[in-house]
C-alpha cells in the first residue's frame, strides 16, 4: 500500500441516475404473460392497442395513489388514510358539483385543498405527537371514513358531462388520465433523483438522526412527504369521481387502495425500512397488478384465487430484494 | 444538561480561539460528548449561555449551529448506507441549479476531497459498502466540506490507523493556519499532543483544568483524567504456558475475504491480530464467529473438527464474539442495560428454561456487569443513554457471564477512555488466565503490542507474519504496510 496506487479503481457510477432494470423486468414479465393468457383464452383483441390502453387505464388509480405512498414509504412512514381520503375525494367532488360545470374548479381546488390539509394532519401527528405513522394514520382514515358514512349513504351528488372528460378524454390512443399518471410519475422521479427535497426525503428514510446531523429538518420533510401523498389520494378521489359520475363513500375502501398501494411500492423494490426504492419500481408494480386483473377476468377464474396469487407475489418479491441485498453485502 | 438519573455536564465554562486546536479529553461519560452535542444543537442546555465571536446565540436545531459556522464530526457514524459517497458528503446542501442538483459538480466535489484523503473508492461507491475507516473518512469529508468556522472532531481517528490519522492531523494543521477554531476530542493522547495547542480536561461533567500543551504532559492529562496516578495499564502476563491445550485451529481456512490462514490459539493466551485498512482482520473475526463462514480449508476446536457456519453455531462451540460496531451488530440502543447483556445468553437458553435458571443467570449477568464497572444509573436504563464506554463494558459483560473458552474482539477499545480502556486490558487478562483463549483483533498497535502474548499481521487477506511479545512497533507497521519481509522465527 505505498503511495503510488491511488487509483480509483471503483465502479464509477453517477448518482441520482442510477436505474435500475427491475421494474423494466417485471412490466416486461406481465406483459408476457398477459399476452400467453390473451392467446390461450383466444381473446385476440386484448391485444390490440386499445386492450393494452384498457388495462394501463385500470391502473391509474392505484397508480397515483401508489406514487404517493412511494414518497411516504421512503421517509420510513406509512400512509393508511388514502382509501378513506380517495372515497372523501370523490363525494366531496360529486357533491360540491352537482352536475353544475361553473363548479368544476372550484370543487376540485376544495377537494385538492382538504386534502392536503389531511396530509398536514398526518404528518404533524407523526411528528410532532410522536405517534407511529401506522396508528397516526389509521387512526385519520377511520375518522374520515366515519364522518363520511354518517354523512352519505350512496352516491351523493353528480358530476357534469364536461368533467368526465378527465377520466375519458383522448389523446391520440391514450386517455388524459393515463397521461396524468406518468406525467405525475416522471414528476416524482424528477424529484427524488434530482432536487433538494428528493436528497433530503432518502436522508430521512435512510437515517433519520444522520440526516437531522446533516442540517436537515426532517419532520418537515415528512410533512411534506404526507401532504403529496394525500394530495395524489384526493386527486385519485377527482378521478374515480370523473369517471362513475359520482361519488360513494365506499368506492376507496372498495379499492383497497391502502393496502394495494403499500403493495405496489414494496413489489418495486422500495423498502418498509426507509431510504431507498424510487417511482419506476411502483409504476411496475402497479402495472403488474394490472395485468393480473385483466389475466383472471380473461379466464374467468375466481377472483378469490387472483387474492392468492398477489399474496404470494408481494411476498416473493420482499424474499427476492432481501435475497439480493443480503448478496451485496456478504 | 442532565439525562435520566445522570448530571452530563455541570458548570463547564469552555473557549476556543480562531486558529486554535483545542484539545478535550476526559473518561467514558465526563461529559464531553454531550458539551459537544449541546454546540452543535443536538441538545439544548438548560442553564448557561453560548457566545459565537462574542455574540450569545441559541440552538434549538443542528441547522442552526451550521448556520453559525459549526460543523460537527460526529462520533457515531451517520451516513445514509444507501446513498453514494457524493450524497453523503453534500448531505443538507446539495449543490443545485435552477433548482435542480447538479450530481456532476458533487461528485467532482466529493472525489477532490477523497483524492486528498488517498482514498482508493470513488464518490459513486455506496457508503454502506464502504468499511468502517472508510466510512470515517466521509464523515470527515462530510464536516470538513464547508467553510466551518468552529470545527468539532469527536474522536475523529477512532477507526484510523496510523497513516489515516496522521492525514488527518496534517489536515487539522492547515485549517488552523486558515483561522478555524478547531476543538478535537480524543482517548489517543500521542494524537492529542501531536495536534493540539490547549488541553482541557473534563471529570464527571465538571471542568479539571485548561492547560497550554506546553505546559502539561500526557502522564498530567492521564492524571487529570482519571484522577489518580494509572499504573499498570497493560496487565503482567502470569506467563503459566506450559499447561496451554490448544483451544482453536484453523488450517488452509479461506473465503472470500482471506486465504490461506493457518492459525492456532491455545489457552490462557491473548493473541492480536494486527493489519491496515484493507487487511481483512475483521473478515478472520467474523469467519471464526460464523457471520462470514470459512468455505475452505478446517477449523478445529480443542482438538475436534467442527462446522461453523452461523454465529448460533459458533456460541455453541463455545466462541464469544464482541463487534467492533456497537452500534448497529452489538447492541439494541432502546433495551435496557440488563436486556443487552442477557442477549447472548438467552439465545442458547432452552426456550422453557425454568425461572430458577434464568433467574440464576441474570445474577451471573448482574455480576458480570458490576466487574466491568459499567455505570449507569441502573441497570433497567436504556443502554443507549451511556457513553461509548459504558456500552462497550455492557457487550464485554454479556460475553463474559457467558464465560466462552474462546472469546473474539474486534476494536475492544475503540472511541473509549484510558481508564476503560485498562479496565478492560485487565479484563481480558484475567479471563485468559483462566484458562481461556482470547483473540483480539485491532488498529491500534501499541494495544496490540501491549496485550498479547503473540501478534499476528494480517494484509490483504493473508496472515504475512508473526511476533512475540514485546516486539518493536516499527517492525510490525512496516510488515503490516508491505515494506519488510516476515521476521524469521
Known amino acids: 500500500m505505498s503511495a503510488s496506487i491511488p487509483a480509483l479503481t471503483a465502479p464509477r457510477e453517477r448518482p441520482g441516475s442510477r436505474i435500475s432494470l427491475v421494474p423494466l423486468l417485471i412490466i416486461a414479465g406481465s406483459l408476457v404473460a398477459y399476452a400467453i393468457a390473451a392467446l390461450v383464452t383466444g381473446q385476440m383483441a386484448q391485444l390490440s392497442l386499445d386492450g393494452l390502453i384498457g388495462v394501463l387505464q385500470r391502473t391509474v388509480a392505484l397508480g397515483i395513489v401508489a406514487l404517493g405512498q412511494t414518497l411516504v414509504i421512503l421517509v420510513r412512514s406509512i400512509d393508511l388514510s388514502v382509501a378513506p381520503l380517495v372515497s372523501v375525494g370523490a363525494v366531496m367532488a360529486s357533491w360540491i358539483m352537482q352536475g353544475d360545470p361553473a363548479r368544476m374548479i372550484g370543487a376540485c381546488l376544495f377537494v385538492l385543498a382538504l386534502s ?16 407511529n405513522p401506522l396508528i397516526a394514520t389509521l387512526g385519520v382514515g377511520l375518522v374520515l371514513q366515519g364522518i363520511l358514512s354518517a354523512s352519505f349513504a350512496n352516491f351523493a351528488g353528480s358530476v357534469p358531462e364536461e368533467f368526465q372528460v378527465f377520466a375519458y378524454g383522448t389523446v391520440g390512443p391514450l386517455t388524459f388520465s393515463i397521461i396524468l399518471m406518468f406525467a405525475l410519475a416522471v414528476l416524482a422521479w424528477l424529484m427524488l433523483g434530482h432536487t433538494r427535497l428528493g436528497a433530503h426525503i432518502y436522508a430521512t428514510g435512510g437515517n433519520q438522526e444522520g440526516a437531522r446531523l446533516a442540517g436537515i429538518k ?6 411534506i412527504v404526507h401532504v403529496l401523498c394525500s394530495v395524489a389520494a384526493g386527486l385519485t378521489g377527482l378521478y374515480l369521481a370523473s369517471r362513475l359520475r359520482a361519488g360513494a363513500p365506499w368506492v376507496g375502501r372498495d379499492g383497497v387502495y391502502d393496502l394495494e398501494s403499500i403493495a405496489a411500492v414494496v413489489i418495486g423494490g422500495t423498502v418498509l425500512a426507509g431510504g431507498r426504492g424510487g417511482v419506476w419500481g411502483t409504476i411496475a408494480g402497479v402495472i403488474l397488478f394490472g395485468c393480473l386483473d385483466a389475466i383472471f377476468t380473461m379466464s374467468g377464474v375466481n377472483a378469490y384465487i387472483k387474492q392468492v396469487l398477489r399474496g404470494a407475489i408481494v411476498v416473493a418479491a420482499v424474499a427476492a430484494y432481501a435475497y439480493r441485498t443480503k448478496g451485496q453485502v456478504a | 444538561m442532565t439525562f435520566p438519573g445522570v448530571v452530563a455536564l455541570d458548570d463547564v465554562s469552555f473557549s476556543c480561539e480562531a486558529g486554535e486546536v483545542h484539545a478535550l479529553c476526559g473518561e467514558n461519560g465526563a461529559g464531553k460528548s454531550t458539551l459537544m452535542k449541546i454546540l452543535g444543537g443536538v441538545y439544548q442546555s438548560d442553564a448557561g449561555q453560548i457566545l459565537v ?66 482514498c482508493r473508492f470513488g464518490a459513486g461507491r455506496l457508503a454502506g459498502t464502504l468499511s468502517i475507516a472508510e466510512q470515517q473518512i466521509v464523515e470527515i469529508a462530510k464536516a470538513l466540506n464547508f467553510d466551518a468556522r468552529i470545527l468539532v472532531m469527536d474522536e475523529p481517528t477512532a477507526a484510523l490507523d496510523d497513516a489515516e490519522a496522521e492525514r488527518l492531523l496534517e489536515f487539522v494543521r492547515q485549517l488552523r493556519a486558515e483561522g478555524v477554531a478547531i476543538v478535537f476530542i480524543s482517548h489517543r493522547l500521542r494524537q492529542v499532543f501531536a495536534a493540539a495547542d490547549t488541553v482541557t480536561v473534563l471529570k464527571d461533567g465538571k471542568l479539571i483544568a485548561t492547560s497550554r500543551k506546553s505546559e502539561t504532559t500526557p502522564d498530567e492529562i492521564v492524571r487529570q483524567m482519571v484522577g489518580r496516578e494509572l499504573k499498570d495499564y497493560y496487565p503482567a502476563r502470569e506467563g503459566n504456558g506450559e499447561s496451554a491445550a490448544s483451544a482453536l485451529s484453523i488450517r488452509d481456512g479461506g473465503n472470500d475475504a482471506i486465504k490461506d490462514i493457518n492459525l492456532d490459539l491455545a489457552t490462557g493466551e491473548i493473541v492480536a491480530v494486527a493489519g491496515l485498512e484493507g487487511s481483512a482482520k475483521g473478515a478472520l473475526a467474523r469467519a471464526i464467529f460464523g457471520a462470514q463462514p470459512l468455505t475452505r480449508g478446517t477449523l478445529q476446536i480443542r482438538g475436534t473438527a467442527v462446522s461453523i457456519q452461523t454465529p448460533r453455531d459458533a456460541i455453541r462451540h463455545g466462541i464469544g464474539y464482541v463487534s467492533d460496531d456497537r452500534k448497529g451488530e452489538g447492541l439494541a440502543l432502546q433495551q435496557s442495560v440488563l436486556e443487552n447483556a442477557l442477549l447472548a445468553a438467552r439465545g442458547i437458553e432452552p426456550l422453557f428454561a425454568s425461572t430458577r435458571s434464568r433467574r440464576i443467570r441474570e445474577l ?65 487478562r484475567r479471563y485468559a488466565d483462566e484458562g481461556r483463549a482470547v483473540l483480539v483483533v485491532t488498529s491500534d498497535l501499541p494495544e496490540a503490542i501491549g496485550i498479547a502474548d503473540r501478534l499476528i499481521v494480517m494484509r490483504e487477506g493473508r496472515i504475512v507474519g508473526e511476533f512475540p511479545a514485546g516486539a518493536a512497533e516499527e517492525d510490525i507497521a512496516a ?11
Open chain 2, 364 to 428: 451471573r449477568i448482574d455480576g458480570a456487569l458490576q466487574n466491568v464497572e459499567v455505570r449507569a444509573a441502573s441497570y433497567g436504563q436504556p443502554v443507549g443513554l451511556l457513553s461509548g464506554g459504558n456500552q462497550q463494558k455492557t457487550v464485554l459483560a454479556r460475553w463474559l457471564a457467558l464465560r466462552p473458552p474462546i472469546l473474539v474482539c474486534v476494536e475492544p477499545t475503540r472511541g473509549i477512555d484510558v481508564a476503560a480502556k485498562a479496565a478492560i486490558y485487565h479484563l481480558l
Open chain 2, 53 to 118: 465571536e462574542g455574540q450569545e446565540v441559541r440552538f434549538t436545531h443542528p441547522l442552526a449551529a451550521r448556520q453559525h459556522g459549526i460543523s460537527i464530526i460526529h462520533q457515531e457514524l451517520s451516513l445514509l448506507p444507501d446513498r453514494s459517497v457524493a450524497e453523503n458528503i453534500y448531505l443538507g446542501r446539495e449543490i443545485a441549479r435552477f433548482g435542480m442538483l447538479d450530481h456532476a459538480a458533487m461528485n467532482a466535489g466529493a472525489e477532490r476531497w477523497l483524492q486528498r484523503f488517498g
Open chain 1, 116 to 131: 392536503a390539509c389531511v396530509g398536514v394532519l398526518n404528518g404533524v401527528i407523526i411528528t410532532r405527537l410522536m405517534v
Open chain 2, 479 to 489: 510488515l503490516a504496510a508491505g515494506h519488510a519481509a516476515a521476521p524469521v522465527e
Open chain 1, 218 to 223: 426532517t419532520g418537515r420533510v415528512t410533512v
